[in-house]
């Protein structure tokens, strides 16, 4: 990591933490991550400490709500049918 990049992430963290005291609502905070031009890893890291200020009960109805979603697109798998050999005579 290079002194500007790691300059720009902690500038980074302490916009995330200063919208996250201000109340802005979680996803818009997301949108300003997903625009920098950070690494992955290094969203990452702001979007964990941004989700740190989410209530614990809204994260766990948040990954409640994924999990729902994931299970739902998911088919069900289809039982294997029994063939029965049919005697030719």
Do not use: C
């Not at 802005?24 to 920098?36: K, L, P, Y």
Request: aromatic residues 4%.
């Amino acid at each position: 990591m290079t002194s500007s990049t790691s300059s720009t992430l902690e500038a980074m963290r302490l916009d995330v933490q200063r919208r996250m005291h201000r109340g802005e609502r979680f996803a818009d905070v997301e949108d300003v991550i997903d625009a920098t031009s950070l690494s992955s890893d290094e969203k990452s890291a702001l979007w964990l400490l941004a989700w740190s200020y989410v209530h614990p009960r809204a994260q766990r109805r948040e990954a409640n709500a994924h999990i729902s979603r994931l299970a739902a697109a998911t088919p069900k798998p289809v039982p294997a049918r029994r063939r029965h050999l049919r005697v030719a005579g």
